[in-house]
């Protein structure tokens, strides 16, 4: 037993004693498990101590800042904007879910009915004081709390804290920007620059795109199940340290280009003081530390995208602490090295209605001993590798005047009842100086290369002959210009910044990712798919791909053409983990329907505008048929789809509903939903969440109790009972377990499985299926509780 494990046993066991147990068995039989950790306590002397010194809080404002700091975070909840029934949502949400709230008493605390962010557009962000504790353990708002999660996992509402909202707004995207979020995991906000790209549901490939990184292999995957939510064929996440992010290529006709973005977005890694109202641990763990450690990656980062920002560009450097080191120390210092290159933008007229202050123009440096430091020049030298220069405000008072820090944007914690935050837009005028002078050195370079290959060009076709000059020959400009920027880069070191991040070779961790291989413009899959659904001529082809070199293509995705040029240019300078949406999914017994491929539900918004065969219009009730029932015959349909699908092939379909506006009360948003019609019957292929939210749009009542073990008991002994009566009855809308059927229902991986035998065996399966109790078992859904909202 080494000496640190002896030690954290003293302290376990000291602790027991604490709370009364002793430090044996016996003693913790006393005490009881139910007494659990001891309370974190919410104080930090080192942090008051530093925060009152630096005075980013307004007079007066103290107390009511850390009595902020102490009360739970409220929750909040955004609609996701770009899907064309947020409004519904919306709709669905004010005056259903929220009437039930009113007057509510909860544990004796009077549940506030959610209010609307006044800062956030269109009404699509809320707030309230539900904590997640009561809203998972009430049953009075369990019908609210799995609207949440189910409304969660389809992508249509995100639970994201109310100031992590704020860089995206920020940015201004607009659906043809390049967009690059450096460290973007866990993805609240690559979700909203995705909805941003599709603010026009009628455009399924916008121009722009998404390419979102992390450093964190694992996180990545986290990563692309938030993008997945959202459909889209314009998101790429890569694995890289954003601080040597690769710069990109692609073919502008013909010719290789650098990829400079329009949009970025730099929310850095930090000590994360402004999130304690939520991360209760940086109480006990907080120092002045973690900030000196981190200023250095930070400030490389913020370097990093500053080089690959388009000229004209904007670029939004956040975080979640209140540090002026982790936070104006870093924007001073950019804006200093970057020689009027870069500006901070005035965004305070913005975001009317949030509440924010100035960033600050002086600040001192602390250890975590307590021991301050107004400027470099006291910093002794045994200190100088934990305190660097660019920690420090600027000295140049004209300087620092032109910088305008004000710029920045401070949120604190008791101004909004929000979390602490720190944002700063900033602005490209020109490259950045050290660029500039590569540039020239290239140039020069490229030059004498040129001359060099255009003789030999020349040579080929005999009118000169080629005479090498001897290496001594060099310009002595170049030697010099290569001096400068050498020396350039030495001092940059010295400094401990800013001057272009050393090359890295890449490293790749993690999994080994599946190659993403394009169809070939000849490839024999396409034309039997192109024929089954008349596919428009302006169908591009050449953005299909799949993820496999070899064997059967079991899957296939699409991508925009802006990400097939990056992902073809730049295969050996990035790890791609994920792009694209699926689209189609082989069907082994497709092929005597006429097409080997079926339809995938999460590309069907994309490919629908291309589609011009196999759609079947349906009204709302054919609609609730479908989504409720697994396997309808026919002959439960209306008249009219049962004579627009007599004369229809086997086969993939899609199922169309158009609203009505002579019917307001009905749902008034579209909705295309991936279908087969067999022999007897039609049926849809929609993933378990995405049933409930179409119908909870349609106001059927979904809503699922919570599960005991008598009902299994008696679902048991009604097993047993005659088939075609269970089926009728789960079927059956106005039953009382139809919400514990549909929660049941096979999600869409059994389906894949079950699309692999041939349709008509499919059908045998359906109809003479026999309840079992141990399928619903095997079936049964994980407790939605456990998802991350």
């Known amino acids: 037993m080494g000496r640190r494990q002896r030690n954290r046993q003293r302290q376990q066991q000291q602790q027991r004693r604490e709370r009364g147990g002793g430090g044996d068995g016996q003693g913790r039989e006393q005490a009881g498990w139910e007494s659990g950790y001891p309370e974190i306590v919410k104080e930090n002397a080192l942090f008051e101590r530093y925060y009152r010194e630096l005075r980013i809080v307004p007079e007066g404002e103290w107390e009511p800042f850390m009595a902020a700091l102490r009360e739970p975070l409220p929750a909040t909840l955004r609609i996701t904007g770009y899907k064309s029934h947020a409004k519904e949502i919306l709709h669905c949400l004010k005056n259903k879910y929220f009437k039930e709230l009113q007057d509510l008493v909860v544990d004796g605390q009077k549940i506030e009915v959610p209010q609307p962010l006044k800062w956030y557009p269109e009404e699509l962000a809320w707030h309230t004081n539900l904590s997640r504790k009561i809203l998972r353990k009430s049953p009075q708002l369990e019908k609210f709390h799995q609207f949440l999660v189910s409304e969660t996992e389809c992508g249509n509402i995100s639970r994201q804290e109310a100031v992590s909202m704020i860089p995206p707004l920020l940015l201004n995207v607009n659906p043809h920007h390049k967009i690059l979020d450096m460290c973007a995991a866990p993805g609240s906000k690559t979700a909203q620059l995705i909805e941003m790209l599709h603010a026009d549901m009628n455009v399924p490939f916008p121009e722009g795109f998404v390419i979102a990184n992390d450093v964190d292999n694992k996180r990545c995957y986290l990563l692309v199940h938030q993008a997945k939510r959202l459909n889209s064929p314009c998101i790429m996440v890569v694995n890289h340290d954003a601080s040597s992010i690769p710069a990109l290529q692609i073919d502008n006709n013909g010719r290789k280009e650098v990829l400079f973005y329009d949009r970025i977005l730099c929310d850095v890694p930090c000590s994360g003081d402004g999130t304690m109202r939520k991360n209760i641990d940086v109480w006990k763990k907080w120092t002045t530390q973690n900030s000196l450690q981190l200023h250095g990656l930070q400030l490389r980062i913020a370097t990093r995208g500053v080089e690959q920002l388009a000229e004209g560009g904007r670029m939004v450097y956040s975080t979640c602490s209140l540090n002026p080191v982790e936070n104006e120390a870093v924007i001073a210092s950019l804006l200093e090295k970057s020689e009027g290159a870069l500006e901070l933008a005035d965004v305070s007229s913005e975001l009317p209605g949030l ?44 300087k620092m005047k032109i910088m305008n820090l004000e710029r920045c944007i401070r949120i604190l914690p008791h101004h909004q009842n929000t979390g ?59 030697k010099e210009t290569q001096h400068l920027l050498n020396a350039e880069s030495e001092q940059s070191k010295k400094d401990g910044v800013c001057g272009p991040p050393p090359s890295k070779k890449m490293k790749l961790f993690g999994f080994k990712e599946d190659p993403f291989v394009f169809l070939s413009e000849d490839d024999p899959l396409f034309p039997p798919i192109q024929k089954f659904y008349a596919l428009d001529p302006s169908f591009p082809k050449m953005n299909l791909l799949t993820r496999t070199q070899e064997g059967k293509k079991r899957q296939l995705y699409m991508v925009s053409k802006e990400l097939r040029n990056v992902l073809l240019n730049n295969s050996e300078r990035m790890k791609v983990i994920n792009t694209g949406i699926k689209v189609w999914s082989r069907n082994s017994d497709g092929e005597q329907f006429g097409c080997a491929f079926r339809l995938a539900q999460e590309g069907i918004y994309t490919l629908y505008p291309f589609i011009n065969a196999r759609i079947i219009n349906v009204c709302i009730e054919d609609v ?89 008991e008696s679902k048991t002994e009604e097993g047993d009972q005659d088939s075609t009566k269970h089926m009728e009855e789960e079927m059956d809308m106005e039953h009382n377990e139809l919400a514990t059927k549909m929660e049941a229902e096979v999600d869409e991986e059994p389906i894949h499985e079950l699309m692999e035998s041939s349709v008509i065996e499919l059908e045998n399966k359906m109809e003479n299926v026999q309840p079992s109790t141990e399928n619903a078992e095997n079936r049964d859904i994980a407790d939605l509780s456990s998802v991350k909202a």
């Not at 202050?357 to 045994?382: C, H, R, Y």
């Not at 950045?432 to 003789?455: E, F």
């Not at 008249?639 to 627009?644: D, F, G, I, N, Q």
């Open 355 to 398: 509440k924010w202050m100035p960033g600050i123009t002086q600040w001192k440096v602390m250890l975590k001993d307590g021991q301050w430091f107004e400027a470099w020049k006291d910093v002794p030298s045994n200190r100088q590798t934990q305190i660097r220069p660019t920690m420090f405000p600027i000295k140049d008072e004209e």
């Open 624 to 712: 609730k048929v479908l989504l409720t029932q697994e396997n309808p015959f026919l002959s439960k349909f209306s008249s009219e789809t049962h004579k627009r699908v007599k004369d229809l092939a086997m086969g993939s379909i899609v199922l169309k509903y158009e609203p009505d506006p002579r019917k307001p009360d009905t749902l008034q948003c579209p909705i295309v939903l991936c279908g087969w019609h067999g022999k007897t019957s039609l049926r849809a292929f929609v993933p378990k969440n995405e049933r409930l939210h179409y119908l909870r749009m349609m106001g059927v009542e979904v809503f699922k109790a919570k599960r005991k073990e008598e009902n299994f």
């Open 420 to 478: 602490g935050f720190f944002v700063a837009v900033l602005i490209k005028k020109s490259p950045m100086p050290w660029n500039k002078r590569q540039s020239k050195l290239q140039r020069k370079l490229s030059q004498r290369t040129g001359d060099i290959s255009a003789s030999a060009a020349a040579a080929e076709d005999g009118s000169v002959e080629i005479i090498e000059e001897p290496p001594d020959a060099e310009d002595e400009e170049t």
